[in-house]
């Protein structure tokens, strides 16, 4: 079985761990969020990739999700030594060598795709990994701050700010002008099941589908399409998606999530237990729903939740 992922965040990189477990033999490729992708000192940083090799290869810091294991942070106390920052933003020593290598091989002319596969061939992740684009994405948040409206970039919006204030816009700026990576749009085409995992409808699988041609080859690929709540009981798991729904005008509950994909896009949604009363809303749109169990509180929970995902997408293909 040939399965695709749409892929961005913790969520989403502990959801493959899952779908791993639950479908060994299966052949996966991941599409993976470049919107939140930043520039530090003078290095490119891809956080939603680097989150899904890690956790994959088994080095990921299992607290806190994202950085690596074992982690010291002897440049980043040099660095704020010499006065120079931003202070806000964790990068490990261990980490940082990720970034240097990914940097050197784009300064040489090689694309973020061609990186990618690269650094993951020392990870052995045991998926495909592919950056939704090769070219330049960011996704930036519209706020006020010290009295005036403007717009910061998403790491500064979630890791500064803590999303402590409104959203006001979402845009992954750039996204409108790129064009998938090479092997998104034929691993679509190829695929069996494509799948959206629990991760950030807005600023994570929102801005993979902002990318011209991912979005369409997705609805015509005339395969089952099937995604997981990231919110349960009205609130999100994990992050920020309550405000950045609310930035794009849609609710934080489980249907309004499914609506906000849509039944030209989804054929199938599951939504947690607790969210029951939230099936039929979610089929009268046109969605197949289930509620079962969704949160991810180890791999034998994941991978049950990622058992009842193929389920369904094995119930819309009959």
């Known amino acids: 079985m040939r399965i695709v992922v749409l892929a961005g965040g913790i969520g989403g990189a502990r959801f493959l761990r899952g779908l791993k477990a639950a479908a060994p033999d299966a052949d996966l490729t991941v599409i993976g969020n470049t919107g939140d992708d930043i520039h530090l000192f003078g290095l490119k940083v891809c956080p939603d990739l680097d989150t899904v090799m890690y956790t994959l290869g088994g080095s990921i810091n299992e607290e806190q999700g994202w950085g690596r294991t074992d982690e010291t942070f002897r440049v980043k106390e040099e660095l704020a030594a010499y006065g120079v920052g931003p202070e806000w933003f964790g ?13 050197q091989m784009l300064s040489a002319g090689y694309p973020l ?26 996704t930036h948040v519209a706020v006020d701050e010290d009295g005036e409206r403007k717009a910061i970039h998403f790491q500064e919006y979630w890791v500064r700010l803590r999303a402590s204030v409104p959203a006001h816009a979402v845009v992954p700026v750039g996204a409108d002008q790129a064009k998938p990576a090479p092997g998104v749009l034929e691993a679509i085409g190829a695929a069996d099941v494509v799948l959206f995992p629990p991760s950030n409808p807005v600023v994570s699988i929102g ?26 009981g009205d609130a999100p798991v994990r992050g920020m998606a309550d405000k950045v729904l609310a930035a794009v005008g849609v609710e934080a509950t489980a249907a309004a999530v499914a609506r906000h994909y849509g039944s030209g896009l989804l054929d199938g949604w599951l939504v947690d237990s607790v969210d029951a009363g939230a099936v039929a809303e979610v089929e009268a749109a046109g969605i197949r ?13 994941t991978t049950a939740m990622v058992r009842e995902a193929l389920e369904l997408a094995a119930e819309v293909r009959a």
């Open 113 to 138: 795709s061609a990186v990618t596969e690269a650094l993951c061939a020392r990870w052995q992740p045991g998926v495909r990994l592919l950056p939704m684009s090769d070219d330049r994405i960011e």
């Open 289 to 301: 729903c289930r509620a079962v169990p969704l949160m991810m509180t180890d791999l034998d929970a």
């Open 91 to 103: 990068l490990g020593d261990r980490d940082f060598a990720t970034h240097i290598v990914r940097t």
């Open 207 to 232: 801005t993979i589908l902002a990318v011209p041609g991912i979005r369409e080859a997705i609805a015509d690929a005339g395969v089952p399409v099937v995604g997981l709540s990231p919110i349960v």
